[in-house]
């Protein structure tokens, strides 16, 4: 496990934690994203065919777990930390479940995908429904980081550069 640099700081406050939902929501999305547009694109092709694709298809879908695993590393540590925030404490509480269920959901579809021989249409339907089934079960935090990105330029400093840092554990591999 990476050491997440954001907490090197013992207590975040409810907006730096914000800052941390958005990052979160935002490469989850992104790293969905890129393995479903590198899986339409491979959609009836043979495996090995069409390899940059597969290898996008590949940095995309194992890239998710690991951002999940990072979501649960740094909700882990914060739980006991964030509790007193009312408007988070069901997200806190809830976020060992919906990773795991995440990465059920994106296990299944792993495994979809490395027993086909081909990428036909309804292997290809299933991984992308399992996609968007991962990323739904963080609805509640992508609904948070929406309202907060609405604050735009009013957005507390504190959030800003949580979400930077954030988002620099997320990025490394």
């Given at each position: 496990?990476?050491?997440?640099?954001?907490?090197?700081?013992?207590?975040?406050?409810?907006?730096?934690?914000?800052?941390?939902?958005?990052?979160?929501?935002?490469?989850?999305?992104?790293?969905?994203?890129?393995?479903?547009?590198?899986l339409r694109r491979l959609e009836g092709t043979r495996k090995g065919s069409e390899f940059a694709h597969e290898v996008g298809l590949d940095r995309g879908r194992y890239g998710a777990l690991m951002v999940l695993d990072r979501w649960r590393h740094l909700s882990g540590k914060l739980s006991p930390r964030l509790r007193g925030d009312e408007r988070l404490r069901e997200m806190i509480?809830?976020?060992?479940?919906?990773?795991?269920?995440?990465?059920?959901?994106?296990?299944?579809?792993?495994?979809?995908l490395d027993a086909a021989g081909t990428y036909e249409s309804d292997v290809v339907a299933a991984a992308l429904l399992a996609f968007q089934q991962a990323?739904?079960?963080?609805?509640q935090e992508a609904e948070l980081a929406e309202r907060e990105a609405?604050?735009?330029?009013?957005?507390?400093?504190?959030?800003?550069?949580?979400r930077a840092v954030f988002l620099a554990d997320l990025a490394r591999r």
């Amino acid at each position: 496990m990476t050491s997440l640099q954001i907490l090197r700081n013992p207590f975040l406050t409810s907006a730096e934690y914000a800052g941390c939902v958005s990052a979160f929501v935002d490469s989850l999305s992104g790293e969905l994203n890129a393995a479903a547009t590198c899986l339409r694109r491979l959609e009836g092709t043979r495996k090995g065919s069409e390899f940059a694709h597969e290898v996008g298809l590949d940095r995309g879908r194992y890239g998710a777990l690991m951002v999940l695993d990072r979501w649960r590393h740094l909700s882990g540590k914060l739980s006991p930390r964030l509790r007193g925030d009312e408007r988070l404490r069901e997200m806190i509480e809830q976020a060992e479940e919906r990773v795991a269920s995440g990465e059920t959901i994106l296990a299944r579809a792993n495994a979809v995908l490395d027993a086909a021989g081909t990428y036909e249409s309804d292997v290809v339907a299933a991984a992308l429904l399992a996609f968007q089934q991962a990323a739904a079960i963080f609805r509640q935090e992508a609904e948070l980081a929406e309202r907060e990105a609405r604050l735009g330029p009013m957005m507390p400093e504190e959030q800003r550069t949580a979400r930077a840092v954030f988002l620099a554990d997320l990025a490394r591999r």
